[in-house]
């Protein structure tokens, strides 16, 4: 099964994100919509990396530092945050 490493550390990442972008911009949306739209262009924004699993289990073990960084993964969904919040599509 092929699965997107980078959209792990997204997710990973996103909640904490949003909750701290809130604080000082409590209009923004948090809704499921909003969420995959953030999601959507910051992943469209970091190289994708995928991996094998077998069973639910990673086989190939990647590090957030090869897709450079996680602070490069926090400034992309920053980016799309701020995307989003200027521009809901709903
Ligand atoms: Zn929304």
């Not at 997204?10 to 809704?31: A, E, F, G």
């Not at 639910?56 to 990647?62: A, C, D, E, L």
């Amino acid at each position: 099964m092929l699965y997107n490493y980078t959209e792990a550390i997204v997710l990973q990442t996103l909640n904490s994100i949003l909750d701290k972008y809130k604080l000082t911009n409590q209009d923004l949306c948090t809704c499921e919509r909003c969420r995959q739209d953030v999601m959507a262009i910051a992943l469209n924004n970091l190289p994708a990396h995928y991996v094998v699993t077998e069973t639910g289990r990673i086989i190939t073990q990647v590090s957030a530092e090869q897709l450079g960084g996680k602070a490069m993964v926090i400034a992309q969904i920053l980016k799309a945050i701020e995307i989003v919040h200027k521009n809901p599509q709903h």
